[in-house]
């Protein structure tokens, strides 16, 4: 089994709709992060968490929102999709420790096209 | 601001060498990392460099200049198996532990 699940793998939608992409671990880790990758501009922070009380902004957060149900459980939001949020959508995970070096673990992604 | 650069396409023959270059600028260093995603799938994990020179994995080598904020990925032996996005990335000692990523170097090994 993978240690980080993303639901669904593929998904259509339509302008104006909202969907919520759902990650899933069991590698115990306390960091988790959603990103987007887009051709030619590589994978894009949305948002990150360092525990369940701890949500951070990305650097592309506008349009996405996020809920850590709890350690191992981290969703990603769109409220009112749009085309330009076509994209490959990725979760992962990290070691909390402070000597860790923060070696990002992926889901196998999410294909989102927004019609 | 923080910026990461690398080619955006190689190509390379089975059995050869090839040698993917980094460069970045950002706010502070805590770390590079290379990362292997071969395509419609994740990024997986392949090396990471926090002091100057160079680590040896098997066929992958890292190595890393922080002075000049210079890294490369040497493959050796290459298989066609390595086609694949070869990802730099920098972790800055700003912005709490979050992880800059390069847009990545398209690799296709041809026979």
């Known amino acids: 089994d993978a240690d980080v699940t993303q639901t669904p793998r593929n998904r259509i939608t339509k302008t104006g709709k909202r969907i919520m992409l759902e990650c899933s671990q069991t590698?115990?880790?306390?960091?988790m992060y959603w990103y987007r990758q887009d051709p030619g501009l590589g994978l894009r922070l949305i948002y990150y968490?360092?525990?369940?009380?701890?949500?951070n902004k990305g650097e592309i957060s506008d349009g996405y929102s996020v809920s850590r149900q709890a350690q191992a459980k981290f969703s990603l939001s769109l409220e009112s999709a749009i085309p330009n949020q076509t994209a490959l959508y990725f979760c992962?995970?990290?070691?909390?420790?402070?000597?860790?070096?923060?070696?990002?673990?992926f889901g196998a992604g999410t294909r989102l096209s927004v019609l | 601001g923080q910026n990461i650069d690398q080619p955006t396409e190689m190509t390379a023959t089975e059995g050869a060498i090839v040698q993917i270059n980094c460069t970045y600028q950002t706010s502070g260093f805590n770390g590079l990392f290379w990362y292997q995603q071969h395509a419609g799938e994740a990024p997986t994990f392949l090396s990471y460099?926090?002091?100057?020179g160079l680590e040896e994995k098997g066929r992958f080598s890292s190595f890393l200049s922080r002075s000049k904020g210079y890294s490369y990925l040497l493959l050796k032996e290459l298989q066609m198996k390595d086609s694949a996005s070869y990802l730099c990335a920098v972790s800055p000692t700003t912005g709490g532990f979050k992880t800059i990523f390069g847009a990545g170097t398209r690799l296709f090994v041809k026979a």
């Open positions: 460099n926090v002091l100057d």
């Open positions: 590698k115990g880790h306390d960091r």
């Open positions: 992962a995970t990290s070691e909390g420790d402070r000597g860790s070096k923060n070696i990002q673990y």
């Open positions: 968490s360092f525990d369940v009380k701890d949500i």
